[in-house]
Nanobody, 130 residues
Framework: VQLQESGGGSVQPGGSLRLSCAAS????????MAWFRQAEGKEREGVAT??????????DSVKGRFIISKDNAQDAQITMYLQMNSLKPEDTAMYYC??????????????????????WGQGTQVTVSS
């Protein structure tokens, strides 16, 4: 499975961006999928997860501003999105998508509790600045 992020860029505070993560190589629909971010000089943190059942979970810092979703419609590929609204300077970071194979259709909350993800993308930079 290969993951490729896109959609990063520079935006002013209060603006919006939509990140995409194309998962190719026949990822299973029951994968846990997630967005992480890492700001310069800080540890990587989980932003949002979506479970195989389609339910979601968010970090408190982005709850109400970010929306995670995924599209299973295409054969052999899943595309995951992160709609980011009301962006703040503290959202500036490299954003990564990740996926973990599962044996069942778990919830987003279950996925958020996972400590390891097997597949990772290369990351896309988001900069929020006036």
């Amino acid at each position: 499975v290969q993951l490729q992020e896109s959609g990063g860029g520079s935006v002013q505070p209060g603006g919006s961006l939509r990140l995409s993560c194309a998962a190719s190589g026949s990822p299973a629909r029951d994968f846990c999928m997630a967005w992480f971010r890492q700001a310069e000089g800080k540890e990587r943190e989980g932003v949002a997860t979506i479970g195989g059942d389609g339910s979601t979970h968010y970090a408190d810092s982005v709850k109400g501003r970010f929306i995670i979703s995924k599209d299973n419609a295409q054969d052999a590929q899943i595309t995951m999105y992160l709609q980011m609204n009301s962006l703040k300077p503290e959202d500036t970071a490299m954003y990564y998508c990740a996926a973990e194979p599962e044996a069942d259709y778990h919830t987003g909350g279950y996925c958020y509790s996972k400590s390891e993800f097997k597949y990772w993308g290369q990351g896309t930079q988001v900069t929020v600045s006036s």
